[in-house]
T-cell receptor, first 114, second 114 residues
């Protein structure tokens, strides 16, 4: 069975600085999708960025980018120029190409220090 | 598009009572998912539907939980009888068929069983 591990329960970063959230996963499959979701205090789950495993190029969405290392089964999220609105819980997630279920990590709570 | 709509936003009920949570997926989305979020267990998939048919209910904790999707625009998750350990945030999410996408989540229902 696939698992997703986020080893950092909490992190803090100074406003305008860059922070990287770690995620590792375990799978025997070669085709899959990876996601980062953001959950602010409003509890709405918001898709931040996604990556298809067959693509070598790392996905980027404005200030958010990923470092996808397929061999290492690592999928970290980098947030550049951190803003107060980035404060939230961030979840790494995995979905098999053959399956419709998304498996979530336990999350990393990100604090932005003014 | 109004997104995935869940109701109620908050529900407080007494132990032993029946609770019904409701979800309206995004129009045109063929998949609907019910998740439960707790501090201890994180986000757990309870059940999901494809074209109104339940595909995988292996995450449903016990017979007290049931879910239905009578048509493409409505789903319910029922707990009968409710217990204090059912207290959690319940999310509904939907996804269109054929996409390499994550889900679109509703705002969740916070259930408190006293």
């Amino acid at each position: 069975a696939q698992t997703v591990t986020q080893s950092q329960p909490e992190m803090s970063v100074q406003e305008a600085e860059t922070v990287t959230l770690s995620c590792t996963y375990d799978t025997s499959e070669s085709d899959y999708y990876l996601f980062w979701y953001k959950q602010p205090p409003s509890r709405q789950m918001i898709l931040v960025i996604r990556q298809e495993a067959y693509k070598q190029q790392n996905a980027t969405e404005n200030r958010f980018s990923v470092n996808f290392q397929k061999a290492a089964k690592s999928f970290s999220l980098k947030i550049s120029d951190s803003q107060l609105g980035d404060a939230a819980m961030y979840f790494c997630a995995y979905r098999s190409w053959m399956n419709d279920k998304i498996i979530f990590g336990k999350g990393t709570r990100l604090h932005i220090l003014p | 598009d109004a997104g995935v709509i869940q109701s109620p936003r908050h529900e407080v009920t007494e132990m032993g009572q029946e609770v019904t949570l409701r979800c309206k997926p995004i129009s045109g989305h063929d998949y609907l998912f019910w998740y439960r979020q707790t501090m201890m267990r994180g986000l757990e998939l309870l059940i999901y539907f494809n074209n109104n048919v339940p595909i995988d209910d292996s995450g449903m904790p016990e017979d007290r939980f049931s879910a239905k999707m009578p048509n493409a625009s409505f789903s319910t998750l029922k707990i009968q009888p409710s217990e204090p350990r059912d207290s959690a945030v319940y999310f509904c999410a939907s996804r269109e068929d054929g996409g390499n996408y994550g889900y679109t989540f509703g705002s969740g229902t916070r259930l408190t069983v006293v």
